[in-house]
């Protein structure tokens, strides 16, 4: 089926510095999403993206967190500067929106961030 | 506000015996769909089923149904003749169908286990 490459798949930094999360959504969706997810337990919303815009964000997304889709490339999640509670896996979702056959979220595998 | 719950923290079952898992949900909007995801232990995210709200009938994909109650925010996932592969976590989400955000909720999960 369709597939969501997440790069990298293991990133450990010292807090304060920046992170840059990678996600290659499946082509031609539209829509794309960053949750955070700490020791297997709840995953939660971070923000979505449309068209370029940030539709919408969560109060988990902290003034230190950006995303962004230069020219259709990856849709990144920055952090910057981190923080030792920024430790977590990180999952990007896309989907084609409510028009879709389903609507439903197409997962990566996660990015697991680890802040010293 | 959108908002997805699930009580059942944990839950097991014997190699063959039918498992239901418990959601609720609030929502103010009419159009809506429900979502069921499993997460293997590898973090992966596997899409089951899904239900709109505006079908009145049960969905069923393989083994796993729902059992949809809308005028209680209730919908739960039954698998059939459940297997050791089926342990994993099992996540219900939420998304508004005319949302200008497109946002999708999750509850907090239920860790099953089948024994063999």
């Known amino acids: 089926g369709p597939k969501v490459l997440q790069i990298p798949s293991h990133q450990i930094i010292d807090m304060g510095q920046m992170v840059t999360l990678n996600c290659d959504p499946v082509s031609n969706h539209l829509y794309f999403y960053w949750y955070k997810q700490i020791l297997g337990q709840q995953m939660e919303f971070l923000v979505n993206f449309y068209n370029g815009k940030v539709m919408e964000k969560s109060k988990l997304f902290k003034d230190q967190f950006s995303v962004e889709r230069p020219d259709g490339s990856y849709f990144t999640l920055k952090i910057q500067p981190t923080a030792l509670e920024d430790s977590a896996v990180y999952f990007c979702?896309?989907?084609?929106?409510?028009?879709?056959?389903?609507?439903?979220?197409?997962f990566g595998e996660g990015s697991k961030l680890t802040v010293l | 506000a959108q908002r997805v719950t699930q009580v059942q923290p944990t839950g097991s079952s014997q190699w063959g015996e039918e498992v239901t898992l418990d959601c609720s949900y609030e929502?103010?909007?009419?159009?809506?769909?429900i979502f069921w995801y499993r997460q293997l232990f590898s973090g992966e995210m596997v899409f089951l089923i899904y239900?709109?709200?505006?079908?009145?009938q049960n969905q069923r994909s393989g083994r796993y149904s729902v059992v949809f109650q809308k005028s209680f925010k209730s919908i739960s996932l039954v698998i059939s003749a459940s297997q050791p592969e089926d342990s994993g976590t099992y996540f219900c989400?939420?998304?508004?169908?005319?949302?200008?955000?497109?946002?999708?909720?999750f509850g907090t999960g239920t860790r099953l286990q089948v024994l063999p």
């Open positions: 929502t103010s909007e009419y159009f809506y769909r």
């Open positions: 979702a896309s989907s084609s929106g409510q028009g879709g056959a389903t609507g439903q979220l197409y």
């Open positions: 239900q709109p709200s505006f079908d009145t």
């Open positions: 989400a939420l998304s508004e169908l005319y949302s200008n955000t497109n946002k999708v909720v």
